[in-house]
């Protein structure tokens, strides 16, 4: 009889309890498997968009090995345009930027690497688009632009050909020794086997300057 009692105490207080706290538990549960079930659909999506940027992708390299500009821009810019947030997009804006100046169209090539360096995440193609633009902006004649971007900090792989364009704004700002000092240290930076670096020994025997 005892041990009646006791498990009826046990049921009232269990029904006391979900009386008071049932709705919340509910809620609680309710919120759980939404937000579980959002997560994987965010993950669906998130696939599915990276399978699907990667397929526009490799029809802009397949539109860039057959010499295609207007076929490059157009697909960069659709794959930029409704895929902004994949690894694909700063690659593609890098591949047009890179096709457009060979086409003479610097305009949206300054525009496609000014996207890179707004946009990307990733330090190594923000990098490789600063020294794209800084090339760029010295063939426009406007070194100034180029060495605020070649001064920006920048990692230590990088260092040689920061210190090799910086030389080639300098050198059109009529500044020999800067340009000297800033062609040495390019060399310094340089692995020796970089192909870069013959080009920086003929600047600096054309300065006067020594090589190593």
């Known amino acids: 009889m005892a041990y009646d009692l006791e498990e009826q105490e046990k049921l009232d207080a269990l029904k006391d309890a979900w009386n008071r706290y049932g709705n ?3 809620g609680v549960l309710a919120i759980a498997i939404i937000a579980a ?3 994987q659909w965010w993950n669906y999506h998130q696939r599915q968009k990276s399978a699907e940027a990667a397929s526009l992708f490799g029809t802009l390299e397949t539109a860039q090995q057959a ?3 207007k076929l490059v821009k157009d697909t960069a810019a659709a794959l930029i345009d409704k895929y902004a947030s994949t690894v694909y997009a700063a690659r593609a804006a890098l591949i047009s930027a890179s096709s457009n100046s060979q086409a ?5 090539a300054q525009a496609q690497l000014q996207w890179v360096l707004d946009h990307s995440d990733e330090n190594g193609l923000k990098q490789l688009a600063s020294l794209r633009l800084a090339a760029l902006l010295i063939d426009q004649k406007n070194p100034a632009a180029a060495i ?3 001064d920006a900090p920048h990692d ?3 260092a040689g050909r920061f210190a090799d364009l910086k030389g080639d704004a300098l050198m059109q700002q009529n500044q020999p020794a ?3 000092a800033s062609y040495t240290i390019a060399l310094e930076k340089l692995d020796a086997q970089s192909p870069f670096r013959k080009y920086i020994e003929v600047k600096l025997d054309g300065l ?5």
């Open 104 to 108: 003479g169209d610097f305009k949206s």
């Open 24 to 26: 919340l538990v509910v």
């Open 148 to 150: 605020k971007l070649l």
């Open 208 to 212: 006067g300057g020594e090589t190593k």
């Open 156 to 158: 230590e792989a990088f």
């Open 37 to 39: 079930a959002g997560m």
């Open 178 to 180: 800067q340009a000297r």
């Open 67 to 69: 010499n295609q500009p």
